[in-house]
């Protein structure tokens, strides 16, 4: 059996929708008939319940947003995997996740040292930003940040889970980090462009220094005054302050689906017509 955790969001959703024809469990906090397909209620915060459903054999995808206590929970299903004797985990980090590094990264980074030595056989994918976050970023208009100039690579989240669905339904293959990337990577003010014409409505991007930054984030969206000035540092260290590891393009969503990834235009097309959702990806813009 596939077991898919976090099932209800971006990727889980497009992931549960590719494996359909397959022996797959959707693992949910909140019944979820929409779904269209068996699911189980589990919670990460109670990692024994996510434990439970699991048997020898099984293949494990490995997801849900960060919270506090990501880390600890996420490590415990990992053990709890190894002592039920799953065959294979499929889980998703983030690019540069690294124990130490700032923010999710680093709590990815704890996480995923922990897979490695899990003893399960593992694949950690390593995505960009993804192309979901964009319309809400630009809802007002004004997408605010201190990635500066340089230009820093989206995925559509569909292409993480076509990737993962290649992955669960094939042979268990060799432990590895996989870096997936979309096909392009632009400045934030080509970004707003595509937004704008895609959408039909201004949008434009504000480059904003580290202080004025993190003000903005502590101030707008009421982020804790620490928690704010990382996030401003680390715009800025994917941006131009960095060594330009954000924009670089892997061939791997093509390497692993036969398909190349979904352009930011692809998915603005999909986005205003609420097709995001859908798995199958038959054109590539
Ligand atoms: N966004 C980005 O740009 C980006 C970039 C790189 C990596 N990532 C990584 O991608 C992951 C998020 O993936 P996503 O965008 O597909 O997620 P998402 O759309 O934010 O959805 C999160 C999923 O996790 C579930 N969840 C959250 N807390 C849970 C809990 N305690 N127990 C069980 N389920 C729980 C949610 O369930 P409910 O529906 O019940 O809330 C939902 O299904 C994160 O690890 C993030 O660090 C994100």
């Given at each position: 059996?596939?077991?898919?955790?976090g099932?209800?969001?971006?990727?889980?959703?497009?992931?549960?929708?590719?494996?359909?024809?397959?022996?797959?469990?959707?693992?949910?906090?909140?019944?979820?008939?929409?779904?269209?397909?068996?699911?189980?209620?589990?919670?990460?915060?109670?990692?024994?319940?996510?434990?439970a459903?699991?048997?020898?054999?099984d293949?494990?995808?490995?997801?849900?947003?960060?919270?506090?206590g990501?880390?600890?929970?996420?490590?415990?299903?990992?053990?709890?995997?190894?002592?039920?004797?799953v065959?294979?985990?499929?889980?998703v980090?983030v690019?540069?996740?690294?124990?130490?590094?700032?923010?999710?990264?680093?709590?990815?980074?704890r996480?995923?040292?922990?897979?490695?030595?899990?003893?399960?056989?593992?694949?950690?994918?390593?995505?960009s930003?993804?192309?979901?976050?964009?319309?809400?970023?630009?809802?007002?208009?004004?997408m605010?940040?201190?990635?500066?100039?340089?230009?820093?690579?989206?995925?559509?989240?569909?292409?993480?889970?076509?990737?993962?669905?290649?992955l669960?339904t094939?042979?268990?293959?060799?432990d590895?980090?996989?870096?997936?990337?979309g096909?392009?990577?632009?400045?934030?003010?080509?970004?707003a462009?595509?937004?704008?014409k895609a959408?039909g409505?201004?949008?434009?991007?504000?480059?904003?220094?580290?202080?004025?930054?993190?003000?903005?984030?502590?101030?707008?969206?009421?982020?804790p005054?620490?928690?704010?000035?990382?996030?401003?540092?680390?715009m800025?260290?994917?941006?131009?302050?960095?060594?330009?590891?954000?924009?670089?393009i892997?061939?791997?969503?093509?390497?692993?689906?036969?398909?190349?990834?979904?352009?930011l235009s692809?998915?603005?097309?999909?986005?205003?017509?609420d097709k995001?959702?859908?798995?199958?990806?038959?054109?590539?813009?």
């Amino acid at each position: 059996m596939i077991v898919v955790t976090g099932a209800t969001g971006s990727i889980g959703r497009a992931l549960v929708r590719r494996l359909r024809e397959r022996d797959v469990l959707a693992v949910v906090r909140r019944p979820a008939e929409d779904l269209g397909g068996p699911y189980a209620l589990a919670d990460f915060d109670r990692p024994e319940t996510i434990g439970a459903l699991l048997s020898p054999g099984d293949r494990l995808f490995l997801n849900s947003s960060l919270w506090p206590g990501f880390a600890d929970a996420h490590r415990a299903v990992i053990d709890l995997a190894a002592q039920a004797g799953v065959a294979q985990i499929v889980a998703v980090s983030v690019r540069d996740a690294a124990p130490g590094a700032r923010l999710g990264m680093g709590v990815h980074g704890r996480v995923d040292a922990h897979l490695r030595k899990s003893g399960v056989p593992w694949t950690i994918l390593q995505p960009s930003g993804f192309m979901q976050n964009l319309p809400r970023d630009f809802q007002d208009g004004t997408m605010y940040g201190s990635y500066g100039s340089a230009p820093i690579n989206y995925i559509d989240a569909r292409d993480i889970a076509e990737v993962a669905a290649a992955l669960l339904t094939a042979p268990v293959g060799p432990d590895r980090d996989l870096v997936l990337t979309g096909p392009e990577s632009l400045s934030h003010d080509r970004v707003a462009e595509e937004i704008g014409k895609a959408l039909g409505r201004p949008a434009r991007y504000v480059n904003l220094p580290l202080p004025e930054m993190a003000a903005h984030l502590e101030e707008r969206q009421g982020i804790p005054q620490a928690h704010a000035a990382e996030l401003a540092a680390l715009m800025a260290e994917m941006g131009e302050r960095g060594d330009g590891s954000w924009a670089e393009i892997t061939t791997t969503v093509e390497d692993l689906t036969g398909r190349p990834p979904r352009s930011l235009s692809t998915f603005l097309a999909d986005h205003k017509t609420d097709k995001t959702d859908e798995a199958d990806h038959k054109s590539a813009g």
